[in-house]
């Protein structure tokens, strides 16, 4: 009687797998410095009062990626 460890093992010991390592670029990831600057921004145009500097870090992020905002220079 086989286990089920036994029943998963491949057929051929001598085949092997191969590991692939890629490195993923995302073009559209915005720098950590652009989205400080935008999220700053925000709470600057808000009299540096108030918001939520969390709220104000992802909406900068995702108008960064979504190409609808510029850090300022």
């Known amino acids: 009687m086989s286990t ?3 029943s998963c093992a491949p057929e051929n010991e001598g085949v092997g797998v191969a590991i692939v390592e890629t ?3 995302f073009d559209d990831c915005p720098s950590h410095d652009d989205i400080a600057v935008v999220a700053y921004s925000y709470w600057e145009a808000r009299g540096f009062q108030g918001g939520s500097p969390e709220e104000d870090w992802l909406r900068a992020e995702q108008e960064l990626r979504n190409g609808r905002s510029q850090p300022k220079a």
């Open 4 to 6: 089920k460890a036994e």
């Open 23 to 25: 490195e993923v670029i």
